[in-house]
């Protein structure tokens, strides 16, 4: 116990780093927007895309008192019926949280939300076991997509300095002129110009092809050989829920998994997340059914077989997408959320990041003084890097879900990693913590969680070496040496190699 003890010590008084994060208050948001009303100096957005980003970007804009104008290629989808099939449930954390929280909207969007406390894995034998996200009591939200959009679109609307145009799709952006142009189904042409175009279109952005042709951009695309499908676990006969409502339930698989995050009206939004490959092989009912007994047993009563063969045989079958590039932006017009970093969904940061961008660009807005020019290069700048950071992060955390939480060591790590984040809660943050639960910027997160991990292991492989000659002592003490020889020296060459492998990291 003393040197366990000793160790939390000394790993947590090893670990330092600052939590920079850039905001500026309400109050100084509303003192630039009076500047702005007071010079004459009101400027005009144009904004490509109504979707969560687009929406809260025009939110933002619209408080700073720009004349926005948000263009959507759907229609309003406040109108429209919902699609199944096509959305991965939204997990709304920290960054996202904060961006919400600082044009007012946190409150409302949390009340439509249902907090989820720990992951619930599922085995193949149906046996659960609860993993705590956080040692803290803290918890991700799970949000509908769809309810989200509405309620931002609904808050943009409101203001009368932002207008929606929905059933408008981008022709073409005039990067030097700040100028787009949009077609309508009926065939009719609307142009907009204005100080600054903001692409918020999504992974395959129309906007992003724009400034691509007028800048030299270094640009990567990479499909993942998974897709995911969605599926569905209705409410009980009693109108409850059939699993417990605080978790994301997750049915790892190794190469591949099934999860499930609950829905306000009881329900569960189920994704399998699988290759391609095993997909194809997916033809028959005989055959899909087979594939579920021998993995996902304990799944089929909740979902029912009649309505998993509809789910699986109905619903797409959707490409996973990772895009990185540099820079974000061209003159005036600039680019964000997935049009700039699309990610896959295994960190669920795809719309914090988003969140995130917004939050970011308006605290530079205020660092500038609304000087466009140098905003969006310093947003560019800036932002890349921490991109990069949470599109890597995400595709590790794929690893992490469908394969190492069934690792003995990894939960042994995860405990070790509790307890220090419980004693030592601002010295010591476990991975899932700071990309989760704080504003930290993903790059640092990076840098600070390898040095705690090569800490934890140093101090992991100095307690065992400790153990190790504590057994030899006793042994010589008590005149036991020949019954513990063989045993001390394997466990000294178990212990010889763990340390020479920390040592070389």
Not at 159 to 178: G, I, Q, R, W, Y
Not at 188 to 198: L, R
Not at 215 to 223: G, L, P, W
Request: hydrophobic share 40%.
């Amino acid at each position: 116990d003393a040197l366990f003890i000793s160790f939390l010590c000394s790993t947590a008084a090893s670990v330092r780093a600052s939590v920079r994060f850039d905001s500026n208050s309400s109050e100084e948001r509303d003192k630039q927007s009076i500047m702005a009303a007071k010079t004459g100096a009101k400027k005009r957005a144009t904004i490509v895309g109504g979707g969560p980003v687009g929406a809260l970007q025009a939110v933002y804009l619209g408080q700073r008192g720009y004349d926005v104008d948000v263009y959507e290629n759907r229609t309003d989808i406040r109108k429209a019926p919902e699609a199944a099939g096509y959305s991965i449930n939204l997990a709304l954390s920290e960054r996202g949280r904060t961006a919400l929280r600082r044009v007012g909207l946190e409150d409302e969007v949390v009340r439509n939300g249902i907090p989820m406390y720990a992951r619930m894995i599922h085995d193949e034998k149906g046996n659960l076991a609860r993993i705590p996200y956080s040692s803290l009591g803290e918890a991700i939200l799970a949000i509908d997509r769809k309810n989200l959009n509405e309620l931002l679109l609904t808050a943009a609307e409101k203001m009368p300095n932002v207008k929606l145009h929905f059933e408008h799709k981008l022709a073409s952006v005039d990067v030097k002129a700040t100028k787009a142009e949009f077609t309508t189904p009926t065939g009719a042409t609307t142009s907009a110009n204005a100080d600054v175009i903001i692409g918020c279109d999504g992974a395959h952005s129309s906007t992003r092809r724009a400034v691509m042709r007028e800048t030299r951009m270094d640009y990567s695309q990479t499909y993942l050989p998974h897709g995911y499908k969605e599926l569905c676990i209705p409410a009980s006969p009693d109108n409850g829920f059939q699993m417990q409502p605080d978790c994301l339930h997750i049915w790892p698989r190794h190469t591949f998994m099934m999860i499930a995050l609950p829905n306000l009206n009881k329900t569960f939004t189920v994704t399998l997340f699988m290759p391609f490959e095993q997909y194809d092989k997916l033809k028959t009912d005989q055959e899909i059914m087979a594939f579920f007994e021998k993995y996902f047993a304990d799944a089929i009563p909740l979902m029912g077989r009649e309505r998993l063969l509809h789910d699986f045989k109905t619903n797409p079958t959707s490409p996973l997408i990772l895009i990185k590039c540099t820079p974000y932006f061209k003159n005036r017009t600039v680019f964000m959320g997935d049009a700039a970093h699309a990610m896959v969904p295994f960190y669920g940061q795809g719309m914090n990041a988003g969140f995130e961008d917004v939050n970011i660009f308006n605290g530079i807005l205020d660092q500038f003084s609304d000087d466009l020019d140098k905003v969006l290069e310093s947003y560019s700048a800036t932002r890349h890097k921490d991109a990069v950071a949470i599109c890597d992060l995400a595709m590790y955390n794929y690893i992490e879900m469908r394969d190492l939480v069934t690792n003995k060591w990894f939960l042994f790590r995860k405990k070790i990693d509790g307890i220090l984040h419980r004693y030592f809660p601002t010295t010591f943050i476990p991975l899932y913590s700071m990309v989760t639960f704080s504003n930290i910027p993903y790059s640092e997160v990076i840098i600070r969680n390898d040095r705690q991990r090569y800490m934890v292991n140093l101090g992991l492989a100095t307690v065992g070496m400790a153990a190790v000659a504590g057994i030899a002592t006793a042994a010589v003490k008590f005149d036991l040496a020949s019954h513990v020889s063989a045993a001390f020296s394997k466990a000294q060459e178990h212990v010889a190699s763990g340390l020479t492998s920390v040592l070389k990291k």
